[in-house]
């Protein structure tokens, strides 16, 4: 034997050299003393095609194991390096196995022949699925069937589908148990902390303890994977993102979690009329809101300014134009979190109405608040924005009265307190259009019996990811208003909200 050849074979590969070198010297007890050259083809052919498993465990053209191939090339080599009598590397020994048409086949008894002698050696237990029989030794066990060809392409499908390859194990009081690829995966709960489901054809839900976990997984490439820690109950435990893990330079740094940050909306709307007739108003919203792990803080202001000029006939006095709208408020809130879904907050605001002959309203709140839905958009899960919030809390506010239209008069001052009951609910009618309605009551208990009630109505239109163009109807509803004013205002509106 001339383990030479092998080595012409394998060149700089380790592996080959490794392999085909055992290969070789225990193939060379089961066929070294053949000498017929007409052998060397059907040699090479078992070898290459055959599965020949060893009595210690040693395996060739084994189906479980990926690195017990040996190729027709590997089998070339390997039969060059048995009968170096022969004189041929590895090239030449792979053309005695495929010499092109015209050239005879060996009779089969030549191949039978070889086989039994494999079948026939005390080191072999199997050879191409026929178990091995030496007089002086027993009967060896049956090793695990070697995978079919149907059964491996069936394998190659499974890991081509997303939930196709799972396995599971559970350990009962008469031992364990195993399940593994029956079918795809869809669903798996444990308790009430591990929820894992299949939504669509590539996408996948998870719910680990806090955490929501969106998994889209596609047939080719590696799966994208977005977690949102605190969405099913109070974060416990720590995070820790890793850039680019895999990489052993990087493994040991962890990144920072991203801080949280203000969103930041500031809306506009403006009507000009001129002409016969002269009317200007212009109206602007701004909010701001940050949540953290136990905190929500938010911030409203508003204002509202309007004038307008009657019609007139040419050649008469011009009309003086009138205010028509003179309002503004800002208002502060702090919740902070007991769950996910109950927290404790504090509110403090001040508005003015000098349309309504109020010079200023401060006011402070105290209360709790339900959050019933609180769910994100999700557009790869198929998630809409669904909120809903009640507010259940006591309020004390200081009216300040003047009237300052039509003419100057100072009013008496009024107090109220009482509890109030407010609701908010947003809900994603598709991607880019968003319903919210927003309703507050409040029963005033000091002083006179009075209820202020308001409500707005909004559908908001994403016209880019930073811009929205939104309609919206407010109705305000006071049971004793100032003396001379009217108990409801409304207003529809149009506005241009930018997100920052």
């Not at 490794?18 to 083809?41: C, I, K, Q, S």
């Not at 799972?166 to 591990?194: C, H, I, M």
């Amino acid at each position: 034997m001339n383990l030479a050849r092998v080595d012409e074979y394998a060149g700089d590969s380790e592996f080959d050299r490794v392999f085909l070198t055992e290969v070789a010297n225990r193939v060379e007890p089961l066929w070294g003393h053949v000498r017929d050259e007409a052998a060397a083809r059907v040699a090479v052919g078992i070898l290459y095609l055959d599965t020949l498993v060893f009595r210690d465990g040693f395996k060739v053209n084994h189906g479980w194991e990926a690195n017990s191939f040996v190729g027709v090339d590997g089998a070339a080599a390997v039969m060059a390096a048995v009968w170096d009598w022969m004189g041929l590397d590895w090239l030449m020994m792979k053309k005695r196995f495929r010499p092109g048409p015209g050239v005879p086949q060996p009779p089969q008894s030549l191949h039978d022949e070889l086989r039994g002698m494999a079948i026939r050696h005390p080191s072999v237990v199997l050879v191409d699925d026929q178990p091995a029989r030496w007089p002086h030794w027993p009967a060896p066990e049956r090793p695990p069937p070697v995978e079919s060809k149907a059964a491996m392409r069936r394998r190659r499908r499974r890991l081509k589908v997303p939930g196709g390859i799972w396995r599971l194990f559970t350990q009962t009081d008469s031992g364990p148990v195993y399940f593994e690829n029956q079918g795809a995966l869809k669903e798996l709960v444990v308790g009430n902390w591990l929820h894992v489901e299949q939504v669509d054809d590539e996408v996948w839900w998870m719910r680990v303890g806090d955490m929501r976990i969106s998994v889209q997984a596609p047939r080719n490439g590696s799966p994208e994977v977005d977690v949102e820690r605190g969405f099913y109950d109070v974060v416990q435990g720590e995070t820790k993102v890793v850039e680019n893990s895999y990489s052993p330079e990087a493994a040991a740094v962890a990144a920072p979690v991203k801080p949280s940050v203000w969103d930041v909306s500031v809306g506009l709307s403006l009507i000009s009329l001129t002409g016969n007739a002269s009317t200007l108003t212009v109206s602007g919203l701004a909010s701001a809101l940050r949540k953290t792990e136990h905190w929500i803080y938010s911030v409203k202001a508003y204002g509202a300014y309007g004038r307008s000029r009657p019609p007139q006939v040419e050649g008469e006095v011009e009309s003086l134009s009138q205010v028509v709208a003179l309002n503004a408020g800002v208002e502060l809130r702090g919740d902070r979190r007991f769950t996910q879904e109950i927290s404790g907050y504090l509110l403090a605001g001040v508005d003015t109405d000098h349309i309504k002959s109020i010079e200023a309203r401060p006011y402070g709140e105290a209360g709790a608040s339900i959050f019933w839905f609180d769910t994100k958009r999700d557009e790869k899960a198929s998630v809409r924005e669904t909120v809903l919030r009640t507010d259940f809390a006591f309020r004390y506010a200081r009216e300040l009265r003047f009237q300052y239209y039509p003419n100057r008069v100072d009013l008496p001052n009024v107090d109220l307190g009482g509890p109030r009951f407010g609701a908010l609910f947003r809900y994603g009618l598709s991607k880019d259009i968003t319903f919210q309605e927003e309703a507050e009551i409040l029963v005033s208990v000091i002083s006179d019996a009075r209820i202020l009630f308001s409500s707005q109505t909004q559908v908001m239109a994403n016209l880019t990811d930073a811009l929205a163009l939104g309609v919206g109807f407010l109705v305000k509803s006071d049971s004793a208003p100032p003396p001379g004013k009217v108990s409801t205002d409304t207003a529809l509106s149009f506005n241009l909200t930018v997100a920052l």
